[in-house]
């Protein structure tokens, strides 16, 4: 069995002035895993992602990548950042470049890429994006969507490890949505790790493996998807609920109508195919 691609071992953080943001937590991430990080405003989300790529440095524990504690060195911080990209909260802390194409480009010239290579992985994120009609734009002209997708193309042209999201969906329309997990899929598929802040608990149960619950700083639940039904109803002071795809199947069972016995449907689309397919035995009591 491999270890963790990413692990935070007793992890703290408190920032200047006395905020002390994240308390010892002990988590991993399973290479080419699907994570997703929930916890209310404040909780710690950023602070973590911060940390786990280096751009902050712990007050006390370590990460480690692939088994190694991060080195804080320019050369550590150089390697950890090429395998391990964050798309940041703010959008605009993102992009620094004057046209996209420039800006997508500036990870990978920074690798010490060779000038060809450079343009064929800029290229390829532009397509995967659905960016190439944009790439001359200004990065100060996109809109808000477009500066995510534009923030998310610049890190898959460094070809990282892991990709840490901090809330990606956020203002993101519906389409965007839908391309925006299609292409996730896709990276999963090339067996990239990735971890995913959002506030969305629908979004969290159809997309992740395993998710992580934050609560001041402190973590306070880790669990497969399967088991959202057991913990989420465990934290009090988590405000979400359960999914909403969950409340229907638990409505749905208290009115005697159960909805078979294969792998419970994880989004809204598997619920109308399972509600489909067992409606016609509802039918049959029914007589
Ligand atoms: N630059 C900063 N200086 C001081 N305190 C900060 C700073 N950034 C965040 N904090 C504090 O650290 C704690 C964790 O903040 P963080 O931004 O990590 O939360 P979050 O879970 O990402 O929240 P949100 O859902 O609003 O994005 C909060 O109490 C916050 O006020
Ligand atoms: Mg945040």
Redesign the pocket.
């Given at each position: 069995m491999t270890g963790p691609i990413l692990e935070a071992r007793a992890l703290s953080f408190r920032?200047?002035?006395g905020?002390r943001?994240?308390d010892g937590l002990d988590l991993a991430f399973a290479p080419g895993s699907r994570n997703v990080v929930l916890?209310?405003?404040?909780?710690?989300?950023?602070?973590?992602?911060?940390l786990l790529n280096g751009v902050l440095r712990p007050s006390g524990g370590q990460v480690f990548l692939n088994g190694e504690a991060l080195d804080y060195g320019r050369a550590g911080l150089r390697k950890v950042r090429s395998k391990v990209g964050i798309l940041f909260?703010d959008p605009d802390a993102q992009l620094v470049s004057a046209d996209l194409r420039e800006d997508i480009s500036f990870g990978p010239m920074n690798l010490g890429l060779d000038v060809a290579t450079v343009r064929r992985r800029v290229e390829k994120a532009l397509v995967d994006t659905h960016l190439e009609d944009l790439a001359d734009r200004p990065v100060h002209a996109l809109s808000y969507g477009q500066k995510r997708r534009a923030g998310i193309a610049g890190l898959l042209a460094m070809e990282p490890e892991v990709l840490i999201l901090?809330?990606p969906t956020a203002g993101l329309d519906h389409r965007a949505q839908g391309e925006f997990f299609e292409l996730l899929d896709t990276l999963r598929a090339d067996g990239l790790t990735v971890i995913l802040?959002t506030?969305s608990i629908d979004l969290a149960y159809a997309w992740a493996d395993r998710a992580f619950v934050?609560e001041?700083?402190r973590l306070v639940a880790s669990c497969h998807a399967h088991e959202f039904p057991e913990v989420f109803p465990t934290l009090p002071r988590f405000g979400f609920g359960l999914p909403r795809v969950i409340e229907l199947q638990q409505a749905l069972a208290s009115c005697g109508l159960s909805l078979g016995d294969g792998p419970p449907p994880r989004d809204h689309a598997g619920l109308l195919r399972a509600i489909g397919d067992a409606s016609l035995s509802w039918e049959y009591i029914e007589e």
């Open positions: 920032y200047p002035g905020v943001a994240l916890g209310a405003n404040g909780a710690g989300k950023s602070t973590l992602f911060m909260q901090d809330e802040s506030h934050l001041r700083g």
